[in-house]
Nanobody
Framework: QVQLVESGGGLVQPGGSLRLSCAAS????????MGWYRQAPGKQRELVAS???????NYADSVKGRFTTSRENAKNAVYLQMNSLAPEDTAVYYC???????????????WGQGTQVTVSS
């Protein structure tokens, strides 16, 4: 069993900051790419940021320069620092990880339960 648990969402004023955290636990041999997605009401889920095991990163154009993702491999954790938040950033944010459960398995995608981020005055 593998579980991803997110934390750090909430209500913030425009221009404010939030830091999301996500930790994976359970039967894990290794974690490859990790990422953050978001889904606003009435919209499709979209990639916000991703990070490889070596530390390479990729960002959606809409968040470049405002959001930063990082990870701690020893803790099976990934983070998303969100600065200069705007109302259009309001969404449910999901953590995603490509996990190998044991030496004989291929990688599979796992998702967190989602955390609400609301940007409003």
């Amino acid at each position: 069993q593998v579980q991803l648990v997110e934390s750090g969402g909430g209500l913030v004023q425009p221009g404010g900051s939030l830091r999301l955290s996500c930790a994976a636990s359970g039967s894990i041999f290794s974690i490859n790419d990790m990422g953050w997605y978001r889904q606003a009401p009435g919209k499709q889920r979209e990639l916000v940021a991703s990070i490889g095991r070596s530390g390479w990163t990729n960002y959606a154009d809409s968040v470049k320069g405002r959001f930063t993702t990082s990870r701690e491999n020893a803790k099976n954790a990934v983070y998303l620092q969100m600065n200069s938040l705007a109302p259009e950033d309001t969404a449910v944010y999901y953590c995603q990880a490509r996990i190998v459960r044991d030496r004989s398995s291929s990688e599979s995608d796992y998702w967190g339960q989602g955390t609400q981020v609301t940007v409003s005055s």
